[in-house]
Each structure stands twice: as structure tokens, then as C-alpha cells.
């Protein structure tokens, strides 16, 4: 089975000064197409980091990314950028949905960017936001939903370009229990059903247990 996701001996090191600060002193994760891994730590452990490098928003100081067998460490910043729009997905604790646009338009967005006519764009981001159960709120403004609408919205943004691997952090971080297991829940079905590679940062046991499989980072290395 593929692995969309793999890294491979990953550091990263902040100079402050005449400081050095190791956050990653040598990842290493493999993760399968249709695999959901929760990323767990304490608060500074550089979870974070970890997403931010493995979804080619910041370069790792030592060691290799691949995604979709791509390495990253031999890409140009274009061809970053072009990988980003293509194979990956990002859904954060806050939903940074554009307030100006509606669901439908922000969910419609990433396709339209990709070069994708608009009539074709609007017609999948309408058919994904029905799958998530907001047929009915195609036209209302982030402002007019719920945060759980919100989360949806977000969550349908970053899967309907059909990326290779998904990264969240602390997508349901934001919302109250019962709210953000109904959304989590809707998450892993479209991780399943897309056949995604995700990679899941979270703090909630109960969200975490119901992954494939947990890894820790402490002390700069998952185990």
C-alpha cells in the first residue's frame, strides 16, 4: 500500500541567539493512504512544528519529507506552493473560513484556484457540503453558522481538491463535546472514504482512541 506521507529523520532547530533549540531531533513516520494517526504531546512539544514541516509550510533543518514519494528537500518554494494546492489538505482549530464568501464559495475556492471552471467548482464543493449535511446552508456567510457549521465548511475546504494526505490541528479544538464528536466523526469518514493519509494533532484522549494508531512526540521524537 502507498504511504503518501513519509519522514524520514526530520530536525528542526531554532537559533536564538547564541542558542540553539532542537524541537525535532529526528522524526520518523510513515503514514498509509486511508491511515488516520492521532499526534499527541504536551503543549510546546512542537506538534505544531511537526504539522507546519510535513505539510511543506516550513522547512525541516535536517532530514527528508516525501510526500506522495516527492521529496521536499529538492523543490523549489513554486514547487512547494504547487504541492500544497495539489496533495495536501489543512484543517486547524479555528476554521479561517473567508467572511465574505459563502459556504459554497469558500468550499469552491481551492478548485477554482486550481484552474477548475467555476459551474464545475461549485458543483463539487455543493455536492460535498450536502455529504456533510449542509444542503441547506450553501449560501450563508461563516457569520450565520454554527461552529460546528463552521468546522464542516472547513473540513469540506480541505478534502475537496482530493489531496494525498490530510493534516489537522485540533480541528475540533474549538467545540463543545458533543459537537466536536459528530464533526470528528464526519472527519474520519471522509479520511476513509477518500482513502486520505492523516495526520491529527489533538489533546482529547477520547478523539485520539478512535484513530489507528497514537504517536507521542516527547523530547523531539515520536515514539
Same mark, same amino acid.
Given at each position: 500500500?502507498?504511504?503518501?506521507?513519509?519522514?524520514?529523520? &526530520?530536525? !528542526?532547530?531554532?537559533?536564538?541567539?547564541?542558542?540553539?533549540?532542537?524541537?525535532?531531533?529526528?522524526?520518523?513516520?510513515?503514514? !498509509?493512504?486511508?491511515?488516520?494517526? *492521532?499526534? &499527541?504531546?504536551?503543549?510546546?512539544?512542537?506538534?505544531? +512544528?511537526?504539522?507546519?514541516?510535513?505539510?511543506?509550510? @516550513? =522547512?525541516?533543518?535536517? #532530514?527528508?519529507?516525501?510526500?506522495?514519494?516527492?521529496?521536499?528537500? !529538492?523543490?523549489?518554494?513554486? @514547487? =512547494?506552493?504547487?504541492?500544497? =494546492?495539489?496533495?495536501?489538505?489543512?484543517?486547524?482549530?479555528?476554521?479561517?473560513?473567508?467572511? @465574505?464568501?459563502?459556504?459554497?464559495?469558500?468550499?469552491? %475556492?481551492?478548485?477554482?484556484? /486550481?484552474?477548475?471552471?467555476?459551474?464545475?467548482?461549485?458543483?463539487?464543493?455543493? /455536492?460535498?457540503?450536502?455529504?456533510?449535511?449542509?444542503?441547506?446552508?450553501?449560501?450563508?456567510?461563516?457569520? !450565520?453558522?454554527?461552529?460546528?457549521?463552521?468546522? =464542516?465548511?472547513?473540513?469540506?475546504?480541505?478534502?475537496?481538491?482530493?489531496?494525498?494526505?490530510?493534516? *489537522?490541528?485540533?480541528? +475540533?479544538?474549538?467545540?463543545?463535546?458533543?459537537?466536536?464528536?459528530?464533526?470528528?466523526?464526519?472527519?474520519?469518514?471522509?479520511?476513509?472514504?477518500?482513502?486520505?493519509?492523516?495526520?491529527?494533532? +489533538?489533546?482529547?484522549?477520547?478523539? *485520539?482512541?478512535? %484513530?489507528?494508531?497514537?504517536?507521542?512526540?516527547?523530547? #523531539?521524537?515520536?515514539?
Amino acid at each position: 500500500m502507498s504511504e503518501p506521507l513519509r519522514l524520514q529523520d &526530520v530536525e !528542526r532547530v531554532f537559533v536564538q541567539g547564541a542558542e540553539r533549540l532542537h524541537v525535532l531531533r529526528g522524526v520518523n513516520l510513515a503514514l !498509509r493512504a486511508g491511515e488516520v494517526a *492521532a499526534l &499527541v504531546g504536551p503543549s510546546g512539544a512542537g506538534k505544531s +512544528t511537526l504539522l507546519h514541516i510535513a505539510g511543506l509550510l @516550513e =522547512r525541516a533543518s535536517g #532530514g527528508e519529507v516525501l510526500i506522495d514519494d516527492a521529496p521536499a528537500s !529538492r523543490m523549489s518554494e513554486t @514547487e =512547494r506552493t504547487l504541492a500544497r =494546492r495539489a496533495k495536501l489538505g489543512f484543517v486547524y482549530q479555528f476554521h479561517h473560513l473567508l467572511p @465574505e464568501f459563502s459556504a459554497l464559495e469558500n468550499v469552491a %475556492m481551492p478548485l477554482i484556484i /486550481a484552474g477548475l471552471p467555476k459551474s464545475e467548482a461549485k458543483q463539487r464543493a455543493s /455536492a460535498l457540503l450536502g455529504r456533510l449535511g449542509l444542503a441547506e446552508r450553501l449560501k450563508h456567510r461563516p457569520a !450565520r453558522l454554527s461552529g460546528g457549521e463552521q468546522q =464542516r465548511v472547513a473540513i469540506a475546504r480541505a478534502v475537496v481538491h482530493g489531496p494525498k494526505v490530510l493534516l *489537522a490541528d485540533e480541528p +475540533t479544538g474549538n467545540l463543545d463535546h458533543a459537537t466536536a464528536d459528530v464533526v470528528f466523526g464526519e472527519l474520519l469518514g471522509l479520511v476513509r472514504e477518500h482513502q486520505l493519509a492523516a495526520l491529527i494533532a +489533538t489533546h482529547n484522549p477520547d478523539l *485520539a482512541a478512535r %484513530m489507528d494508531r497514537v504517536v507521542h512526540l516527547k523530547d #523531539g521524537v515520536l515514539v
